[in-house]
């Protein structure tokens, strides 16, 4: 166990749809990150919050939207879904900003769009 | 971009045999980290390497950090059957943690 939680497990939704992915980091980091993994992209850096604030933009959608709350918990908002979208989203935790920081994962949030 | 060449893709090896792994870069990364996947679940932190030419073992495991900073490579001595999965490297080279992530080699362990 990582430390890290999401929820939910499994998201089952349609097209055009909108859905809220949650992400708790472990007890004392204070950077979030999230990615996306497909089978055919693999697994890609999507956004990171350190303390709140966005710090780092990957490959995400203008569909795709993401906050972290005072209490550093993170949320990934995915809108006008689409069939493509349909992947892992997991969201990992560091300590601190920088990249020598070592990045635990949650279990992931596997998303289906019909 | 930054791209991470992973090899091999898929390796089919005999319980008790050692195994090696290695990403290489188009440029220079900090902070190399390797990881492994189970079917389903999230990605767990094999290890971790920081500075050029480091040398880090975690049990029957050892990595590398490449002098050039554009390599890394992972060993697994006397394999066993839990060793089966998914290994990632990782790299990351900016100021924020952004990891940039290999194709991955699956790994299957005959008993």
């Known amino acids: 166990d990582s430390g890290v939680t999401q929820t939910p497990k499994h998201l089952i939704t349609a097209t055009g749809q909108r859905v809220t992915l949650r992400c708790s980091p472990r007890?004392?980091?204070?950077?979030v990150y999230w990615y996306q993994q497909s089978l055919d992209q693999g697994l890609q850096f999507l956004i990171q919050?350190?303390?709140?604030?966005?710090?780092a933009k990957g490959n995400i959608l203008e569909r795709f939207s993401a906050q972290q709350f005072p209490d550093l918990h993170s949320e990934l908002n995915l809108s006008s879904l689409e069939l493509g979208d349909s992947a892992l989203y997991f969201c990992a935790s560091s300590l601190g900003l920088a990249g020598d920081n070592e990045q635990f994962f949650g279990p992931g949030t596997r998303l289906t769009v019909l | 971009g930054q791209q991470l060449n992973q090899s091999p893709q898929s390796m089919f090896i005999q319980e008790g045999e050692d195994v090696s792994m290695n990403c290489t870069s188009s440029?220079?990364?900090?902070?190399w980290l390797w990881y492994k996947q189970d079917p389903g679940e999230g990605p767990v932190l094999l290890i971790a390497l920081y500075k050029a030419g480091e040398l880090t073992s975690n049990g029957r495991l050892t990595a590398q950090f490449g002098i050039t900073r554009k390599d890394s490579f992972l060993n697994i001595s006397a394999s066993i059957p839990s060793d089966v999965g998914i290994y990632f490297c990782a790299g990351s080279s900016t100021s924020y943690g952004k990891l940039t992530f290999g194709q991955g080699t699956i790994l299957t362990v005959h008993p």
């Open positions: 007890s004392g980091d204070l950077s």
């Open positions: 919050y350190y303390n709140g604030e966005e710090r």
């Open positions: 440029s220079i990364f900090n902070t």
